[in-house]
């Protein structure tokens, strides 16, 4: 792998991480941030799904639909299937508590299973990344 490929999908993964980060200072602010938490949640799963479609040469559309970049995946890789089939809930949270409106963001304890989640998907994102090149 070039070592500019290497690159462009590392990059995908530092800002999944940025992501995670965010998710979490997002849940320790006082009082938490729980609509951006579950924002940064969802980003973070489409991004580590990116990076992924990208070690494989697979273009995608830009979209937030976490069903269809995981349906990308799965083919890609059926062990996928397992946690990416959760993560596809955690597509709303793209925009649905990122304007005015009635939702009220679901209770904290939902949203810290949405993080460990997006951490889950990006750990098994990254197992399956080449060591860097030399």
């Given at each position: 792998m070039s070592p500019d490929k290497f690159a462009e999908i590392r990059g995908w993964l530092v800002k999944a991480d940025d992501d995670l980060r965010g998710a979490e200072i997002d849940l320790a602010?006082?009082?938490?941030?729980?609509?951006?938490?579950?924002f940064h949640c969802q980003q973070a799963v489409e991004k580590a799904l990116k990076?992924?479609?990208?070690?494989?040469?697979?273009?995608?559309?830009?979209t937030h639909d976490l069903d269809?970049?995981?349906?990308?995946?799965?083919?890609?890789?059926?062990?996928?299937?397992?946690?990416?089939?959760?993560?596809r809930d955690l597509t709303p949270f793209a925009?649905?508590?990122?304007?005015?409106?009635?939702?009220?963001?679901?209770?904290a304890a939902e949203i810290v299973e949405a993080l460990a989640l997006a951490k889950d998907v990006?750990?098994?994102i990254r197992l399956r990344l080449p060591a860097a090149p030399q």
């Open positions: 602010a006082s009082p938490p941030l729980s609509g951006d938490a579950l990076g992924f479609l990208t070690l494989h040469d697979r273009p995608f559309r830009k269809e970049l995981a349906t990308e995946c799965e083919q890609l890789d059926h062990s996928l299937v397992r946690v990416l089939d959760r993560a925009w649905r508590f990122r304007y005015p409106g009635d939702d009220e963001p679901p209770p990006a750990e098994e």
